[in-house]
């Protein structure tokens, strides 16, 4: 069988059909894509002129039509999500709306290689390209993806380093003790000229009263709704106060002028993601670093207290249970039988409706061998109040037992306790430091710098323990000079501010001062 010739037919392209030379046929609608992330560039006017470039450029091009400069100012380019012009660009060009996006160089386009990628690709599926002109590529070109993954490999490690410079100063400053806050979200605190943490005198107040209100018993719930109830403001000017904000400045040690950096660290440079620092990398405890508004003592007691409300146990096997501070006698009445707390009750007893307080193991459990005594509110009360009048009554024996419980305390008082913890502290910070930086085996160093620390800390605590205790004896003896008068009916706010521990017994009710004097009132 003859071979037959082939015939090869060439059909000439039709130019107004192909959208890889419609550059060439029509006006284009050009955008551009400006972008500066630093400080340094927006003062040297590098993100202006950018915006300025682009403008004239395009404009001066007769074959173009301007569809908008879209510019990012101050914003990373590892990631896209937070660039709100970048992100409206896409959605024009998706949308059909512009045919060609300038821009200067992969690095402002996007350092994150895998962003970058994506949104090329999305573009080329519209055949839309981008030209970066810094490095003369154009997408929609053979050979322009391989380009601009190799370029925004490189621009992304850019990244990295700028990354790891920023954390190696951002340590260099935590060594020497410089500390940066956000003052704007910290009630309190301003910063002067210099960027020195200064006290707002009127800020400092409500501080002030948040430590002390906590101390006396308040609850955080019940802080929150005190502060929104006087028509206070947060720091950042709203009306609701979210208890978990005022959990926080409890336990913010720059209330008492330190400062404990790197709390947080990042985890990813291109994420950005911060997560709080659980011994991953060093922190850096700075002492003094600036002025207080609460004394150590108050803020060791308001931890201890912390502590204490997180681990209320009562009753047999130490269950848990919840602090409570919506009345003065909350959390404070223990029962002589069982150990476990009594909780104030609605009761309706036959038809009978009344206030009483039982303990919780009978409400809570079927059976209880407990076998307390239920006590109405009223009969509670006057108890307490029968207990404050025998200490009037009698106020000579138990000031000579104050007395001498002050002397106790203040003989127990021992300056020098952290003193020496303190040096050797010292010591070892400079050991750690030159062992680090030699790449040595410093384990044995931060082991003993941790054991120092939770002693130093057991003793500052111990410390606050003492003052609290000798603040509530003097306080204690100032009542009972100044008080002349019996009492004449219960009073809440007294009894937050004098009684520690309520025990129902069988046949008595032992009320005990925060003095630690106790009295007996038969039931």
Same mark, same amino acid.
């Given at each position: ?44 006017? @590098? ?104 370029? @925004? ?39 002067? !000229? ?8 009127? !800020? ?156 919780? @193991? ?147 009710? !032992? ?13």
């Amino acid at each position: 069988m003859a071979v037959q010739k082939k015939n090869v037919a060439i059909i000439p392209p039709q130019m107004k059909y192909d959208k890889q030379l419609r550059v060439e046929q029509k006006t284009l609608r050009v955008a551009a894509y400006c972008r500066v992330s630093t400080l340094l560039e927006q003062q040297e006017g @590098s993100y202006e002129a950018q915006v300025d470039y682009y403008t004239n450029k395009i404009n001066s091009n007769p074959n173009w039509k301007c569809a908008g400069i879209f510019a990012d100012d101050g914003k990373s380019a590892t990631q896209t999500n937070k660039r709100d012009d970048f992100n409206a660009m896409i959605d024009a060009c998706l949308a059909g709306k512009i045919d060609l996006v300038l821009t200067k160089s992969v690095s402002r386009f996007a350092r994150n290689t895998v962003d970058a990628l994506q949104n090329i690709r999305k573009l080329k599926e519209k055949s839309i390209p981008v030209i970066f002109e810094k490095e003369g590529v154009n997408t929609m070109e053979s050979g322009g993806e391989l380009l601009i993954t190799i370029l @925004s490999s490189q621009a992304q490690e850019e990244s990295r380093n700028i990354s790891e410079n920023t954390r190696w100063g951002l340590t260099r400053r935590f060594e020497n003790g410089q500390i940066s806050v956000n003052h704007k979200k910290f009630l309190g605190y301003t910063k002067d !000229e210099d960027g020195n943490l200064v006290v707002v005198p009127e !800020e400092a107040v409500i501080v002030k009263r948040i430590f002390r209100e906590y101390l006396e018993g308040s609850s955080i719930i019940n802080i929150a709704r005190g502060l929104q109830r006087d028509g206070i403001k947060t720091v950042t000017g709203l009306d609701h106060w979210h208890p978990g904000t005022i959990d926080k400045m409890l336990s913010n040690e720059k209330y008492i002028g330190d400062a404990l950096l790197q709390k947080t660290y990042t985890v990813d440079f291109l994420s950005k993601k911060r997560v709080k620092n659980n011994g991953i990398v060093p922190q850096y405890y700075v002492e003094n670093s600036h002025e207080p508004i609460i004394p150590r003592e108050l803020f060791m007691q308001v931890q201890e207290e912390m502590v204490r409300r997180a681990n209320l146990r009562s009753g047999k096997g130490g269950r848990k249970r919840v602090y409570s501070s919506k009345y003065a006698l909350s959390s404070i009445v223990y029962c002589g039988n069982c150990g476990d707390i009594y909780r104030r009750v609605h009761w309706n007893n036959r038809g009978y409706k009344s206030i009483v307080w039982r303990c919780v @193991s009978r409400l809570e459990e079927k059976g209880s061998e407990c076998t307390a005594p239920t006590i109405n509110e009223e009969t509670l009360q006057a108890a307490v109040v029968k207990a404050i009048n025998e200490l009037l009554a009698n106020k000579e024996p138990f000031l000579s037992v104050l007395q001498k419980n002050i002397a106790t305390v203040l003989n127990e008082e021992n300056d020098n306790t952290t003193d020496d913890i303190d040096r050797n502290l010292e010591e070892l910070q400079q050991q750690l430091l030159i062992q680090a930086k030699s790449k040595n085996d410093y384990e044995d160093v931060a082991d003993e710098i941790y054991r120092l620390r939770e002693l130093k800390q057991n003793a500052l605590v111990e410390k606050a323990e003492r003052e609290g205790k000798r603040q509530r004896l003097a306080e204690m003896t100032d009542f009972l000079n100044e008080q002349s008068c019996e009492l004449e009916e219960y009073d809440e706010q007294l009894v937050r501010w004098l009684i520690e521990r309520v025990t129902v017994h069988d046949d008595r009710i !032992e009320v005990e001062f925060k003095s630690s004097i106790a009295i007996d009132i038969e039931n």
